[in-house]
């Protein structure tokens, strides 16, 4: 089946199985490999992508659900890594492996979008698909407050 | 900030960080994550080729460190990036040593080669196996260098001096840059006396250093094991035997060859016992893309023979285990007669701990690339480990193992699985099997149910106390399948496992005696992140709250009391012939108690033990030194209204000698504290006819970030002593500590982990 993907505000025509997940679109077909692949069963987080500026686990999301809707991945969420979470993970070094991290930082985006002054129940039930191994939860609650401050100050 | 764009982004993709905010401005590190010179991808351009010629010119005096005529200084990483921060840390030894301006520096991952030393990134010694070492080849180049510029003014080396990227001569004023002098310095004999700065001169070693690789992760440009591409390149997702040493008997893959984009089915051969590093067998689906080879592989059609583990079921074993503690064993620890202690003993303590397996479960499930042209292999892959996996590969494919080159990626967390590099293999069978580059996808499934798992346990402890309380007999037996079973056939486990929490443990008791005992394997056992440590810092610490119980007494003074007086523990306090030590002399690296003394302190003063009888909530304390590194815990428990057990905060307070990369030490010991809440909380691996039950995060529970404490406080303790471990040491006083804590909150004492097993949490 003919699938018209609009990603990061580019046009991909791909001739794909209208079953295949969006992960594995993204990741084999368009070529951004910034969305990972954690679990297939929407337990993880690590593929969350935004469609029509939704978070979605892009593992369990058929492409043909994003045929001819905007998709934005980790590679997009900014022109240069300025968005205000991706400046405040820089900071606090809330990397461990990484892996997980774009997953992380896709589900806080689309939670500031709808929800810019988050609370603290709010951040821990939005992020709470999203595993991280290494254990990194305390910085990336710091980060998405100081990402929420620094917006305050219109930085 | 700059960046190739075009195909052969893996290999030489460049980035520089820019505008680092905060506490870690000051310090920028360029990265460059794939191969450091050899074998260049067919799609590389004419610029690339170029610009590889240009960079091979300069001052090259060893394998890690380049000085280029343009400035530039490459620093190689031959360690393996898990998380643990180490492209952030040890290159710094290096440009320091150089006296480098660190925005100028760009890091290169080596690939695996003998040549750079011990690569196998475990057991948390990158940096005190390679402090000194990486320091004498930065000083290396900085005295060819710097003798380069002497010659230039023909003034004595002596009385110049490097730093900020050039050489100075400060009787005359004049400077020359590092770019400057490269070619003139690699003309010139490597020197033989290496001398180290004095330390005051390593300008960034021990500071908080900003992550390398932190931008590129932010922005989904950093490359993970599954994220490398090559031309023509198949995915293939293997179904395996569910049982350790099953086979398939027959298979027909008719379904399977009729989904769109299946290219081959491939059947791998059984692996014999032990079965080692050998990749599990079973029949691989190879695909265009991923989608294909998982529709693929769920159309395939296997008949299995579970083999010798089939009937393995894991709470049966645990009454295996609970008879092998219940008798005697081989006695590895002993001090005066505890077997006449334990019988005059005023009152007795006992108590039998059990901790199940484990999974790996790295964010990141195994994965690894392979092309092969019937001579020569390369290899991509996220593997702790690259030396193995290069000579696994090898032998796999036939070949010499210089005819192989692995790369490194980014691991996307490892933990100790990706230093067994049998999923590697089983990606050069199928490049040779097919003819087409592979990649080897495991699913999440294929992880938690083939793992080399982190093994069972069952400890015994006893105790003796006189009429005054005072402990005066200590007995400890040990029983877990050792890892050593998956590399031989035996029950015994050796001292390498036994120094990490019975044989080290410094006790203050006249009576001691320590038995290992038996226990047969009946799936691949592996090391986990702190290994041993984790079941016998957990029963050790756990039962020294028992004891305080068991007295009346304050289980913090009881700890105290039973490590005893500031002292260095030797072999013969101990009972023991010999300790491994962590592969470090005693004599460098002594069992210290004041050290251990102090970390407690620490950490209760921090956490206001004295404070801790507040209502409905209660602290728990425990101590371990692990990896050379001394850790002591507090973990406050408290209930929420749904009545479940929720820790709400825990303190650690950590001496680990010299550090080399304060934020990522933190980082480490944040994680650590998660990971082992996790573990001790919801994490278990059941079997059942020898296959795993736990299939994926449904069933194999992490913690979540709604489940992880409101804070953690750290607390370094500044030393300039010999650098011990950070990655593991972290993890095992945590799981004790809560279960001390449950025990003050709620008088019920956890002896079986995971905790939810028994309480609502």
Redo the contacts between chains.
Sequence with gaps: MKIHLHVNGKAHALEL?PD??LL?AL???V???????????A??G?CVVHLDGEAVRSCVTPVSRADGRAVV???G??P??SHP???A??????????????GQ?MTAAALLKKNPQPSEVD???S??G????????????AAIERAVAEKGKGG | MTARSGPPILLLRRTFLAGLGGALTGLALGSRVGVAGPALPPAVDEAVKAEAAAEGAGLRPNLFVHVTPNGGVTIACARAEMGQGVRSSLPVLIADELGADMRRVEVVQAPGDPAYGDQNTDGSHSVRGFYDALRKLGACARMMLIAAAAVRWRVPASTCEAHDHAVHHPATGRSLGFGELAIAAAKLPVPQDILLRPRVELLHVGKELPLLDGPDIVTGRAIFGADVRLPGMLTAVIARPPVVGGRATQHDASKTLAVPGVRHVVPLPAPQPPFAFQPLGGVAVVADDTWSALRGRARLEVTWAPGANGDYDSSEYCEVLLAAVSAPGHVVREVGDVVRALGSASKRVEATYHVPHLAHAAMEPPVAVVRFDGQKCEVWAATQNPQAARKEVARALDIAPDQVTVNVTLLGGAFGRKSKPDYVVEAALLAKATGSPVRVQWTREDDIQHDYYHTVSTQRLEAGLDEVGKVVAWRHRTAFPPIGSTFTDTTLSVPGELQQGVLDVPLAIANVRAENCEARAHTRIGWLRSVANIYHAFAVQSFIAEIAHARGSDPRETLLEIIGPPRLVGLEELGVQSLPNYDQPLAEHPIDTGRHRRVIERVTDMARWSDREQRNRALGLAVHRSFLTYVASVVSVIRDPEGRLVVDEVWTSLDAGTLVNRERVRSQFEGAVIFALGHALYGEITMKGGATVQSNFRDYRLMRIGEAPRAIHLDIVDSDGPSGGAGEPGVPPVAPALANAIFALTGQRVRELPIARSLKV
């Design positions: 199985d295949m997940p594995w990741r084999d077909h070529g951004l490999t910034g969305t990972k692949y954690g679990c297939g069963q337990l993880c690590a991945t980790i590679e969420l900014s240069d890594g979470l991706q400046k993970w820089v900071e606090l070094a809330v990397p461990q492996c990484g892996f997980c991290q774009a930082i951040i821990d039930t992020m709470a999203n595993l991280c191994r290494c254990g990194t939860y305390l910085r990336i609650r």
